[in-house]
């Protein structure tokens, strides 16, 4: 299928669009994984506070992209540093969301070759999202045996029982 994306860094301006993309492409993910308050009002308003602070930082702007279809935001990306130390990986991506109308277009790979190219990196994904984990295989991605359950990783009861798993990429791939 024939990319018609422009993969773009995003605009100062674009932070509500974006965590409307971010929010809307959590609900299409994950309903019925995680907690609605993922996707409430409130949900909402603090990505839109969240991607303002990120786009005021150049540096996070940087690593950041956006697939634009007809003039809309329908994807995020962003790459940063590896946030583990037991890795020896140049890049983490942090996140990669792309609106359910735009699955199987060619905006997803668009937007981690322009970030990722075929450096060397990690990933964190949900153990329960195998459309996710089909997708980075093919990208070169493989799980390295780690998991963390993100209720208690980050300390929250709502999300007790909800795994990750980690994926890891060599140079190259």
């Known amino acids: 299928?024939?990319?018609?994306?422009?993969?773009?860094?995003?605009?100062?301006?674009?932070?509500?669009?974006?965590?409307?993309?971010?929010?809307?492409?959590w609900k299409q993910a994950y309903d019925g994984i995680l907690p609605d308050q993922f996707?409430?009002?409130?949900a909402l308003q603090r990505r839109t506070e969240f991607w303002r602070q990120m786009l005021a930082d150049q540096a996070h702007r940087s690593r950041t992209r956006?697939?634009?279809?007809?003039?809309?935001?329908?994807?995020?990306?962003?790459?940063?540093?590896?946030?583990?130390?037991d890795l020896d990986v140049e890049h983490e991506l942090y996140m990669l969301y792309l609106l359910q109308g735009h699955y199987g277009s060619g905006a997803a790979t668009d937007l981690l070759t322009e970030l990722l190219g075929t450096?060397?990196?990690?990933?964190?994904?949900l153990k329960d999202n195998?459309?996710?984990?089909?997708f980075y295989r093919k990208h070169g991605f493989q799980p390295d045996g780690t998991e963390k359950d993100l209720g208690e990783d980050r300390g929250a009861e709502a999300l007790a029982g909800?795994?990750?798993?980690?994926?890891?990429?060599?140079?190259?791939?």
């Open 162 to 173: 909800v795994v990750e798993i980690r994926m890891v990429r060599p140079a190259g791939d």
């Open 39 to 42: 996707w409430n009002d409130d």
């Open 119 to 125: 450096k060397s990196a990690s990933l964190w994904v």
């Open 66 to 85: 956006v697939a634009e279809a007809d003039g809309d935001v329908v994807g995020i990306a962003q790459i940063g540093p590896p946030r583990e130390d």
């Open 1 to 25: 299928m024939g990319s018609t994306y422009v993969i773009r860094h995003p605009k100062l301006h674009e932070a509500k669009e974006l965590a409307e993309v971010h929010v809307t492409a």
């Open 130 to 134: 195998p459309r996710a984990i089909a």
